[in-house]
C-alpha cells in the first residue's frame, strides 16, 4: 500500500497543485466581482442610501437563478462560453471559468448577509455626519463587516474545493480528476482514500486559517 502511494506520488503531487491553481484563481474572481455585487445588492435594498428597486430585484434575480443550478449542471452549460473563454472545455483553467461563475454568487450572497448584521444606527450615523456613500460603504460597511467577511471568504473557499472536486467527474483535474480516474474507473481504493484524506486535510487547513484571520480582524 505505502509502496502503490509512493509510485503514485508525482500524480498526486501534480493533482494537488492543480486544485491549488483552480481553487486560488476562481477566488481571487469570485472576491474581485462577488464583493461589489454583494455592495450593490445592500445599498440598492429598500430604505438604503442607494435604493432601486430595478436593480436590486434584476441582480438578486441573476444572483439566486445561477445559485439554483446544480454546480455538475453548470459546468456543462457553460461548455460554450468557456471554450469562449479560455479556448478549451477541459482541464484545471477550463474549470476555473465554472468555478467562478459558481462562486461569484455564492460569495455575493454572503457579503450581502454580513453587512445586514451591522446595526442600523452606524449607518443613519455616518449619513447623519455628512459621510458619501463610497465613505459609507469603505469606512462603515466593509469595516464594520470585516470579520464576517473574512468567514465568507474561508466558506466560499471549502465550498470551490469541493466544486473543483466535481468539476474532476469532466476532465476539470485536480484531485477530483484523479479520485474518478484511478480510484472509480480503475478500482483504486487506495488512491480514492488518499485522495479524500489530502481533501480533508486540505479543507481543515483552510478552516484553521480562516479562523484565525477572521478573529485577528475582530477588533471588538
Same mark, same amino acid.
Given at each position: ?60 434575480? @441573476? ?135 489530502? @481533501? ?21
Amino acid at each position: 500500500m505505502v509502496e502503490h502511494i509512493i509510485e503514485m506520488l508525482p500524480d498526486l503531487n501534480k493533482a494537488f497543485f492543480e486544485t491549488i491553481y483552480m481553487v486560488g484563481i476562481a477566488l481571487l474572481v469570485s472576491v474581485i466581482i462577488g464583493l461589489p455585487l454583494g455592495v450593490l445588492l445592500f445599498v440598492t435594498d429598500q430604505g438604503m442610501f442607494w435604493e432601486n428597486k430595478l436593480v436590486k430585484s434584476t441582480v438578486g434575480f @441573476l444572483v439566486n437563478l445561477i445559485r439554483s443550478i446544480p454546480f455538475i449542471i453548470l459546468l456543462v452549460l457553460l461548455i460554450p462560453f468557456t471554450i469562449l473563454i479560455v479556448g478549451k472545455a477541459i482541464g484545471p483553467t477550463a474549470a476555473i471559468v465554472s468555478l467562478s461563475v459558481a462562486a461569484i454568487p455564492f460569495y455575493a450572497r454572503i457579503v450581502e448577509t454580513s453587512f445586514r448584521e451591522i446595526d442600523k444606527g452606524v449607518i443613519e450615523a455616518a449619513i447623519a455626519v455628512g459621510a458619501t456613500p463610497w465613505m459609507i460603504i469603505k469606512d462603515v460597511l466593509i469595516s464594520e463587516a470585516k470579520p464576517s467577511l473574512i468567514q465568507g471568504i474561508t466558506l466560499t473557499t471549502i465550498s470551490l474545493v469541493a466544486y473543483s472536486a466535481m468539476a474532476g467527474t469532466v476532465g476539470g483535474g485536480g484531485i477530483g480528476d484523479l479520485a474518478i480516474r484511478f480510484g472509480y474507473y480503475r478500482y483504486d481504493t487506495v488512491i480514492m482514500f488518499t485522495t479524500v484524506i489530502l @481533501l480533508v486535510i486540505l479543507v481543515q487547513l483552510i478552516q484553521f486559517i480562516g479562523d484565525r484571520w477572521a478573529k485577528y480582524a475582530d477588533k471588538r
